[in-house]
Nanobody
Framework: QVQLVESGGGLVQAGGSLRLSCAASGDFFTINTMGWHRQAPGKQRELVATSNRYGDTTYADSVKGRFTISRDKNTVDLQMNSLKPEDTAVYYC?????????WGQGTQVTVSS
């Protein structure tokens, strides 16, 4: 079993920055991929960024050049710069382990214009 806990959300003005953190506990040594999804009101959850155990990263086109994912042992962070109002969403940390996806509880990010 794996437990994921996010932190770092909040309210920021457009153009500002936030850093999200996610800490995994439990059997985190066998997690392959960790990353972030987000879900805006009335929209489907979408992939934001991923990092696998080999250090390979992927990003949604909408965040490339603005967001950076970093991973260290049992944590995965998301540095978000140049935030836009359309980045407003609940951000969820996730981890893939042995074919199963684990989710955090989510953290709200609100970007005001």
């Amino acid at each position: 079993q794996v437990q994921l806990v996010e932190s770092g959300g909040g309210l920021v003005q457009a153009g500002g920055s936030l850093r999200l953190s996610c800490a995994a506990s439990g059997d985190f040594f066998t997690i392959n991929t960790m990353g972030w999804h987000r879900q805006a009101p009335g929209k489907q959850r979408e992939l934001v960024a991923t990092s696998n155990r080999y250090g390979d990263t992927t990003y949604a086109d909408s965040v490339k050049g603005r967001f950076t994912i970093s991973r260290d042992k049992n944590t995965v962070d998301l540095q978000m710069n140049s935030l836009k109002p359309e980045d407003t969403a609940v951000y969820y940390c996730y981890g893939l382990r042995l074919g199963r996806t684990y989710w955090g509880q989510g953290t709200q990010v609100t970007v005001s214009s």
